[in-house]
Nanobody
Framework: QVQLVESGGGLVQSGGSLRLSCAASEIIFSIYTMGWYRQAPGKQRELVATIITDGRTVYADSVKGRFTISRNNANNTVYLRMNDLKPEDTAVYYC???????????????????WGQGAQVTVSS
């Protein structure tokens, strides 16, 4: 069964740190681009960071230098380490599995994207 299971999140004061985890099915982790998105109340969901199978990463400008995305291939888990958190980081954070840079193999039988259940991150000032 293909799934993404998130853990982590919570309430932290401004300047604090949190780590999110997302455990994925092996088929997901071995091919898909893994990423984190967030959605604040009244706003659209936005990209936070992505990491592909070779470890290359992309970050939103708003989190560069503060957040780190990483992956552990031994346990099929992607992490988001969030340092120096600010009130504007408050949002529901979603783990995402999306298309790899070169696309999927022909006749791919799985969905093109998957989402985790979401984790609330609240930063108080």
């Amino acid at each position: 069964q293909v799934q993404l299971v998130e853990s982590g999140g919570g309430l932290v004061q401004s300047g604090g740190s949190l780590r999110l985890s997302c455990a994925a099915s092996e088929i997901i982790f071995s091919i898909y681009t893994m990423g984190w998105y967030r959605q604040a109340p009244g706003k659209q969901r936005e990209l936070v960071a992505t990491i592909i199978t070779d470890g290359r990463t992309v970050y939103a400008d708003s989190v560069k230098g503060r957040f780190t995305i990483s992956r552990n291939n031994a346990n099929n888990t992607v992490y988001l380490r969030m340092n120096d958190l600010k009130p504007e980081d408050t949002a529901v954070y979603y783990c995402n599995a999306g298309p790899p840079p070169g696309g999927f193999p022909r006749d791919w039988d799985y969905e093109y994207t998957y989402w985790g259940q979401g984790a609330q991150v609240t930063v108080s000032s």
